[in-house]
């Protein structure tokens, strides 16, 4: 990812008659480099895709959509560099209707620069028109963002981007970190607040992080590893000075944006699961008689949604069953195949062994995260069908998550097989998933995450953190204890609360 000032504003003056500075990013078009592309897909930001008229593969679906659901729908614009006048007629009809976001298609020959004037105009026209430009802020904003970005440093601590704060007369706590979070959003640093490691560093140059993450990711002993490294090969990797006290944090960086984890039981030895190979190492798996879930996204399906799930659930890997697509887990004595298809533009859970639900929601609580950190993604969970043609099929009917619990908030209480053609219970089939427990809120997964995920002594910390008495809960064990502080935060109306504070701990 290259970045740099787009040389027409530097010293010109867009249409509102005033002075901006903008700055450009070059995305990585390789899959590799997809994940990264979440550190500076914001809603402040104009998007423009250059496509090569004289080769003809850009994916234009796929990217106008990563960036309708990444960036909240920024406005987007289509380049076409007919190179030696190579001509392509792009379907931008078609594209212009199904993206509201699509604001014009253009073509420039970059080497003559023919066409090249009105791009530029285009481009100042829309910067212009963006929601945030023209806000007017306070001078003591302006003062520290310029001190930020003529500081000849990558990265500094949080101390003394607190102090350059202070010298600028920005003197509440509450007030600097606004003005830190107001600058991420604009791509002028990266500041992460909510990570206990992240948020002592102020990462001036954004193109410093991503380059550090790229390095890992292009070695070429991880790539021949399967992705595996270590900390010894991060000190190979990141050898230089600039780097040598920010190992830590850089690591941090990565397992936070689910690029990596650490191997149960192996310190300091970790997993890029987009390295592995898509070859899935041996192992058994019965056809007839699973819990199955599936998940499946019929527009567009990001990337990279299977190598987070992967990150997230590392600790229930069984037997480092994992390859770049899939992965085998257990809890307790039930296991777990969740494999992506993306051509299918689906995700699929199978289930076998008992206490099968409890896994299961383990599971939906993860991949919910996952797929509503994009925005406006269009997204289906379907359940197997239970009539007796269906059930332990290897290849049963599915019916829709959400239609099924409309028709029970409508008074349906039954749906028909598609394969079978008989009538089944629509609530038999939601408890068949979740054992009964469904509500807005997920109480189900909430529970099934904090059995599985937090020992005695967390679930202790969390009561504390929360100002709850753990001794009051009540329970007779772990998951009786559980089950009460999920009981008793929905009484109180702070089950929100509660799954937010379990967010937070799986993120650190």
Known sequence: MNSSQLPITDDRTLITDHRFRVNIWDFGGQEIYHATHQFFLTHRSLYILVADARAQKTDFDYWLHAVKTLSGGSPLLIVVNEKEGRVWHVDSGRLHQQFGNLTATLSVDLKTNVGLPHLIETIQQHISSLPHVGDVLPSTWVDVRRALETNPTPHIT????????????????????????????????????????????????????????????????????????????????????????????????????QLCYEIPDQPNHYIAPQLLSQQPPPYKWPERGNLILRYLAPDFM??????????????????????????????????????????????????EGANKRDLLNVIIWELDKIYNRFHELNYHKLIPCNCDECKGSPAPHFYRMASLKRRLAKGRSTVECDHSYKNVSVRGLIDDVTG?????????????????????????????????DYENLGGRGHADNARELVTLMERRGRLIELRKYMDEKRNR
């Not at 992705?227 to 600039?242: K, P, Q, Y």
């Not at 480092?320 to 995700?347: I, P």
Request: charged letters at 30%.
């Open 302 to 351: 990001p990337k990279g949604i299977i190598a987070r799930f992967i990150v997230a659930m590392h600790k229930h890997i069984e037997k480092q069953q994992v390859w770049r697509d899939g992965v085998v887990l257990t809890q307790g004595d039930a296991r777990a195949e969740v494999v992506e298809f993306y051509n299918r533009r689906e995700v699929r859970v199978r289930i």
């Open 436 to 468: 009964g427990m469904v509500d807005g809120d997920g109480r189900v997964g909430i529970l099934a995450h904090l059995v599985a995920q937090f020992n005695d002594e967390e679930l202790r910390t969390c009561c504390f953190d929360l100002s709850l």
């Open 158 to 257: 949080l101390e003394s981007y607190l102090n350059i704060c202070q010298e600028h007369k920005i003197t509440r706590l509450g007030d600097k970190l606004q003005v830190s979070r107001y600058l991420h959003d604009l791509g002028v640093c990266l500041h992460f607040q909510d990570d206990d490691i992240l948020k002592r560093t102020v990462i001036l140059d954004p193109e410093w992080g991503t380059d550090a993450v790229y390095r890992v990711l292009d070695n070429k002993t991880v790539v021949a590893a399967q992705g595996r490294f270590s900390r010894a090969d991060l000190e190979a990797i990141w050898h230089e000075d600039e780097y040598a006290l920010m190992r830590g944090d850089l690591l941090a960086l990565m397992m936070k944006f």
